[in-house]
Structures are given as structure tokens and as C-alpha cells.
């Protein structure tokens, strides 16, 4: 059974940053397509970013900003946020799959999700 635990999540100033992880367990990930959406009240859950191998998609308002990598020895995948904005305040919820479809935008196109983490901006 596929598992999900994020961590790293919190409270942070405008213009800080914040490194989310994300640990897997249940299988090998090395081959999967690993992503983070977020979910703010109020409004559906978001495309943040994604990683496959070394490629690597990002939503436009993270370009430049959020940096997904990932470590296959340990199963995780990170999000780095910097220049943090009040509007990125969401739960952050991690995603996989070992799937190859083009959805990497779409949370249509992930099997597996984790509980979430919540980050939030003050002004």
C-alpha cells in the first residue's frame, strides 16, 4: 500500500521560504511521476509542480520561485519555496504515480496522494 507523508509545513512572513518533503513508502517511486497541488479555502486544488526523472513542470505562478527535486535513495521529493507570497497560503498536498499520461497538470492524473501540509504567508 502506497503511502504519502508530508512535512515541512507552516507559519512565515511574506518574502520567506520554506522547504517541503514528502516520504514514500509501499513500493519503488524512482520511475514515477511525483507532483505537488495545493488547496487553498475556499477554491479547488492546484497544480504546483511535478518531476519525472530530471523533468521537471511548473505552474506560472511558482516559475521561478518553487523548486520540486526529488532523492530516489530516500523515496522523497521536495518542494522549495522561496520569495513566499500571502497568496500561496494552501494546504500542500503531495502526489505520485507510475503511470505515463500527459495529465501532469491535473490531479486526474495521480493515483496516490498524502495527507497535506499546511503553509501559510502573512503579510
Known amino acids: 500500500q502506497v503511502q504519502l507523508v508530508e512535512s515541512g509545513g507552516g507559519l512565515v512572513q511574506a518574502g520567506d521560504s520554506l522547504r517541503l518533503s514528502c516520504t514514500a513508502s509501499g513500493r519503488t517511486f524512482s520511475n514515477d511521476r511525483m507532483a505537488w497541488f495545493r488547496q487553498a479555502p475556499g477554491k479547488e486544488r492546484e497544480f504546483v509542480a511535478a518531476?519525472?526523472?530530471?523533468?521537471?513542470y511548473y505552474a506560472d505562478s511558482v516559475k521561478g520561485r518553487f523548486t520540486i527535486s526529488r532523492d530516489n535513495a530516500k523515496n522523497t521529493v521536495y518542494l522549495q519555496m522561496n520569495s513566499l507570497k500571502p497568496d500561496d497560503t494552501a494546504v500542500y498536498y503531495c502526489?505520485?504515480?507510475?503511470?505515463?499520461?500527459?495529465?501532469?497538470?491535473?490531479?486526474?492524473?495521480?493515483?496516490?496522494w498524502g495527507q497535506g501540509t499546511q503553509v501559510t504567508v502573512a503579510s
Open positions: 502526489t505520485t504515480t507510475a503511470l505515463y499520461n500527459s495529465d501532469y497538470g491535473s490531479a486526474a492524473g495521480y493515483d496516490s
Open positions: 518531476i519525472r526523472w530530471s523533468v521537471t
